[in-house]
């Protein structure tokens, strides 16, 4: 089975730390992160994703999940990660493992991945768990290979 997940999603896993919309939300992005976290591989996809279900289930077609705002974090999060992750379209299969997550937070880090957190609510929050060395976040660099 793969994960889908969309670009934005991909930047938002690496600081993840049992926060969300909704109960329904974090239950489901928990889950999601422990299987990535078994090395379960993720496809990038436009549009709503694995993580995005529960807000669709709940809001339907109104779900910001379908927003041309959130169309366009996911335009720049996939411009940002072109350059450590090569060229990854809808349907690219991706598997994080050590090496990629420490490539990913170190850039992260460094804030040079990160247009699309621009007026993100989760921005101080995910700001913060980078500056303090991931500690908090669920996805644990040791993942399975």
């Keep these: 089975m793969t994960i889908t997940l969309r670009a934005h999603h991909l930047l938002c896993v690496l600081t993840y730390s049992g926060k969300g919309y909704s109960p329904a939300f974090v239950t489901n992005f928990d889950s999601a992160v422990r299987r990535l976290q078994a090395g379960e591989a ?3 996809v ?7 279900a529960p807000l669709c289930a709940e809001e339907g077609d109104g779900a910001h999940c379908h927003g041309a705002s959130v169309q366009q974090r996911d335009r720049r999060a996939l411009r940002d990660l072109t350059p450590l ?3 990854l379209g809808s349907g690219s299969p991706l598997v994080l493992d050590a090496a990629r997550v420490a490539r990913l937070r170190s850039a992260f880090a460094r804030d040079t991945i990160r247009s699309a957190c621009t007026d993100c609510p ?10 303090n060395d991931y500690v908090g976040a669920m996805l644990h660099q040791r993942l399975s290979t």
């Design 42 to 44: 993720l496809e990038l």
């Design 122 to 131: 989760w921005h101080a929050m995910c700001t913060h768990v980078a500056a």
């Design 85 to 87: 992750l090569g060229a």
């Design 46 to 52: 436009t549009g709503p994703d694995t993580l995005c």
